[in-house]
């Protein structure tokens, strides 16, 4: 089911900052790089940004060549592979993967590295480079989001360490059909404090 979330900017903000929203990745290894899925601009005091938060997810594939295959819907638990058919590269469903938590893509293709990448409402989510033949990209994701503030980010661009070691503040979205996400703290001078983000008026699922 997918969850119905309310971005309302309470904070002391005087810098127009940009809230950065995404997930990490955790089937692979600690420094994996993410992807800022959703990057909300212009957000006044007081003002309000409501989005959709999908259970949903699609995985696509490109090829070395520079194409892009049909985004499929992805499960956990199911192996999506990148192979050469007689009309080219296509990506398909493969069965099971090895582990019920992942998504998983292998390339299978004779020859020539693919990126694989996975999209939640039509926004890139996640994305895994340069997976040579026979080797394959895995993709967990918690039921939690990550948000923060950061400056010239890029929705859809993956962030810099820096960034990602900056934004702390990690939102459990198990059990929630609908939530505020309250952002306080902020402002000018010696008495600012950094920024929160809590959720509230939480309807259960």
Not at 13 to 36: H, P
Not at 45 to 52: A, C, I, K, L, V
Not at 110 to 123: E, F, L, Q, T
Request: hydrophobic share 40%; proline share 5%.
């Amino acid at each position: 089911m997918d969850i119905q979330l309310n971005f309302i900017n309470n904070s002391n903000d005087v810098t127009n900052s940009d809230v950065i929203i995404f997930q990490k990745n955790v089937a692979t290894d600690f420094d994996e790089l993410a992807v800022a899925w959703m990057v909300i601009r212009n957000c006044g005091f007081g003002d309000n940004h409501p989005f959709t938060f999908p259970m949903s997810m699609y995985v696509s594939a490109s090829d070395s060549w520079g194409n892009y295959t049909p985004q499929l819907a992805a499960n956990n638990g199911e192996l999506y592979s990148m192979q050469l058919t007689t009309s080219g590269d296509k990506l398909v469903a493969s069965g099971s993967g090895t582990s019920p938590r992942e998504v998983q893509v292998r390339n299978d293709l004779p020859r020539g590295a693919i990126n694989a990448s996975i999209y939640k409402s039509g926004k890139l989510l996640a994305t895994k480079t340069s997976i040579a033949p026979q080797q394959k990209a895995v993709f967990e994701f918690k039921p939690t989001i990550w948000i923060g503030v950061a400056s010239q980010i890029v929705q859809g661009q993956v962030m810099n360490s820096a960034i990602i070691s900056n934004i702390n503040t990690e939102l459990s979205l198990l059990g929630i059909a609908s939530a505020d996400i309250i952002m306080t703290g902020g402002g000018p001078g010696p008495n600012s404090t950094p920024f929160a983000f809590n959720l509230e008026n939480i309807v259960t699922a």
